[in-house]
């Protein structure tokens, strides 16, 4: 009887635990990322009253199967579910949701831990960081070797993400490439202008016009008068190219004057010569000194330099000489642009941090590391959302992979109801079950000690 006792006080004391996960799990329907457990049991070792026996052949007799007495229950283990909870949209672009397996890396002076809730904001020092204040871990962004002017990721060791310094502000790119496009309109027979502007290694602005002029020649008319016809155009462009577009102030000197030159068509209206010039503004002249055009000479596949270091290039290219077209020449910067300060930042589907700015262009800052583990049930539950790598989760290399996200999104808690209940009404009457196990040996021993009456 005090077997069972105990026995029934053992399932009570298992199954309050089982309720205790339950109630935990219910709590946090609501909560971003949770993970839920389960808790299972194990039979404990029991009393043997005899052992197994084989068949005997000299007695004649079989086997016979050892008698034990099972001594009650224990927890067996309680699991961390780490199945994928379902999408909340939330249309804030802050907000992120991890695809499949992974952690995203947070941290502060007490070490790094692991969270799958992905609300992230950037707080007054620009540190990208989570409901908590930890500081979110991924890879920086570092200037381009190979390509001046652009960044690349560099994916090493994981430390904070930051949005201050010169990622507050786009660096500004000098001009090198000016196309052309437009018509000329030979019936016409009218000037036009058109400014170009481009940019210097500083980012300041400089203006210049080019003129298209219409040549006549004088015919003669059938009835023997004097006429003028369109011959030919003519191009010409401002030595001189203004800050700003200040015409007023002292412009810098261009390594082309105002003489004319000849632009030529075919019979179908398409360019023929030239089909690019160029210009080199003497950055010399400036103070503080700056650089214009290509950062190094431009060769094409013969070896041959088309843009030499320095120069801007402008291409004809795209002009045409149409009749009743009313399209006038105008020029496009095909790069270049002024300095430009952050304006807003959006995250891709890989964790890559991009900066918009104010004068258009946009910039990768870093990207959000994502922690795999082996076994990502082993992790130790921390609360506020967070885990530890323990011994039995597999270890963090401390650099990370590429993950799949969803910006705008939040990933839900994983939180079965239906199951949650239905678990709750099994083990409340196991709880029952077993308060009857020791009410029951309580009136066998009452029974018992009646025996002296």
């Known amino acids: 009887m005090m077997r069972s006792m105990f026995s029934g006080v053992s399932g009570l004391r298992t199954h309050q635990n089982r309720m205790d996960v339950i109630a935990n799990n219910i709590s946090n329907v609501n909560t971003v990322g949770f993970k839920s457990s389960r808790v ?84 007054a020092d620009g540190n990208l960081v989570i409901a908590n204040g930890m500081k979110v871990q991924g890879w920086e962004a570092v200037p381009d070797p190979q390509n001046p002017g652009k960044y690349k990721i560099q994916k090493d060791t994981v430390q904070p993400i930051t949005i201050k310094g010169d990622k507050e502000y786009s660096e500004p790119e000098k001009t090198s490439h000016i196309e052309f496009s437009g018509n000329l309109d030979p019936h016409k027979a009218e000037d036009y202008v058109s400014t170009i502007s481009f940019y210097d290694s500083l980012g300041t602005r400089y203006i210049v016009d080019v003129n298209f002029k219409p040549v006549m020649k004088e015919e003669t008319a059938e009835d023997g008068s004097k006429i003028q016809v369109f011959d030919k155009w003519q191009y010409s462009i401002s030595d001189k190219a203004y800050p700003n577009g200040d015409r007023s102030k002292n412009g810098v000197d261009l390594n082309i004057g105002t003489e004319l030159a000849d632009i030529k068509f075919d019979e179908n209206g398409k ?29 094409d596949d013969a070896g ?68 795999q583990f082996s076994n990502p049930a082993g992790l130790e539950s921390l609360g506020g959302n967070l885990f530890a790598a323990t011994s039995n989760s597999g270890e963090w290399n401390g650099v990370g992979s590429i993950g799949k996200m969803r910006s705008g999104t939040l990933e839900m808690s994983n939180v079965d109801l239906a199951q949650e209940f239905t678990d709750m009404i099994t083990t409340q009457r196991g709880f029952q079950a077993n308060s009857r196990i020791i009410s029951t040996s309580d009136d066998m021993l009452q029974e018992l000690v009646s025996l002296k009456r």
């Open 304 to 371: 041959d330099v088309i843009l030499s270091k320095g120069e801007i290039l402008i291409s004809f290219e795209n002009l045409t000489q149409f009749s009743n077209e009313t399209d006038t020449p105008k020029s496009e910067a095909k790069d270049g642009y002024g300095p430009g300060k952050l304006s807003g930042i959006s995250i891709s589907n890989d964790g890559t941090i991009v900066g918009s700015y104010s004068n258009g262009k946009l910039r990768e800052l870093g990207q959000i590391s994502v922690a």
């Open 271 to 299: 360019i023929l010569e030239p089909k690019s010039i160029t210009i080199a503004p003497k950055g010399d002249q400036l103070n503080p000194p700056s650089e214009f055009g290509a950062y190094e000479d431009e060769k």
């Open 40 to 123: 299972t049991f194990n039979d404990i070792f029991s009393q043997t009253i005899s052992g197994a026996t084989r068949a005997n052949e000299e007695t004649g007799r079989g086997g016979v199967n050892p008698m034990q007495i099972g001594l009650g229950v224990a927890v067996g283990s309680i699991d961390t579910l780490m199945t994928q909870g379902a999408a909340q949209t939330t249309n804030n672009s802050m907000d992120l949701m991890l695809e499949g397996d992974g952690f995203f890396v947070v941290g502060d002076n007490t070490g790094t831990y692991f969270t799958r809730a992905g609300v992230l904001n950037l707080d």
